[in-house]
């Protein structure tokens, strides 16, 4: 009998021993066999911009690593997937993964614009808050200041380098990046001012809302200082004489404001 208890005690041992061993390969068999049922993509802050849609995302996953919605896990190359992925620009950060009922996620972080580029020589391109230059690939276009005239845009800014990067010299861009963004951040700025422009010269013109007339800012050098000017010659000349009396309003000197007559 107690031969009987001890040979019972061992049996009920080892189950559990079985069950640990016998689980993970089971586990792992059945997870990389499983099919992938569907692709499930989700795109931050898709409400605000519309740079890639879902389906963008979906129809170049299948072109470029085929059909994968039936495959095993086990044939599904994630990390081809990811690489696919990285070749939007449009996004700042792609994650990819698949869980246990072979669902692939594809979590999708777009990026944020701040202004839209189209140098005199052609091309349209979008720039965001971390100085990163895209190309515009469809017809969404979000209400942005627009930069044009004499830009240039470097394979190093398609490959994706920042224009804030120390890599990227010569280039009146991180001029203008920092001056969008304080015009942005600044609510009469952001409402009044429409347009940039960068003549042959890297000078920059601004071009108002209201008023028929331009700002010439000359180089980027105190643009803030220059502005701050401007803002006072706004609120207490301008509606005395009248917002078209002046075709030009000079702020390329130090501390002066030169008007040029209509």
């Not at 569907?38 to 879902?54: C, E, L, M």
């Not at 095993?72 to 990819?96: A, N």
């Not at 020589?121 to 808050?129: A, I, K, R």
């Not at 627009?146 to 280039?171: E, P, R, Y």
Request: glycine share 6%.
């Amino acid at each position: 009998m107690e031969g009987m208890l001890k040979r019972l005690v061992k049996i009920l041992l080892i189950i559990p021993v079985l069950y640990l061993v016998a689980m993970p390969v089971w586990y792992a068999y059945n997870y990389y066999t499983k099919p992938c049922r569907k692709i499930q993509v989700t795109i931050v802050d898709s409400a605000d911009y519309h740079f890639v849609t879902r389906r963008d995302i979906q129809n170049t996953i299948i072109r470029t690593n085929g059909n994968i919605i039936g495959k095993p896990r086990r044939d599904i190359r994630i990390d081809e997937i990811e690489h696919t992925m990285k070749k939007f620009r449009e996004l700042r950060k792609s994650e990819v993964y698949m869980d246990i009922d072979g669902t692939l996620h594809i979590y999708a972080d777009q990026r944020t614009p701040v202004m839209r580029l189209m140098p005199g020589e052609g091309g349209d391109y979008f720039v965001d808050n971390e100085g990163v230059v895209v190309r515009r690939r469809n017809l969404y276009t979000p209400r942005l200041h627009i930069v044009g005239g004499n830009i240039n845009i470097t394979q190093a800014m398609l490959d994706g380098v920042s224009v804030l990067d120390t890599a990227i010299k010569n280039t009146i861009l991180k001029d203008i990046y920092y001056i969008v963004n304080y015009i942005n951040d600044d609510d009469f700025w952001s409402a009044q001012i429409d347009q940039i422009y960068v003549d042959g010269n890297d000078e920059i013109d601004l071009i108002p809302r209201v008023g028929n007339h331009t700002i010439h800012l000359g180089t980027a050098e105190n643009y803030e200082g220059k502005l701050k000017n401007l803002r006072v010659f706004y609120d207490k000349v301008l509606p005395e004489v009248g917002w078209n009396k002046y075709s030009v309003i000079n702020l390329a000197y130090r501390d002066q404001i030169v008007c040029k007559r209509r």
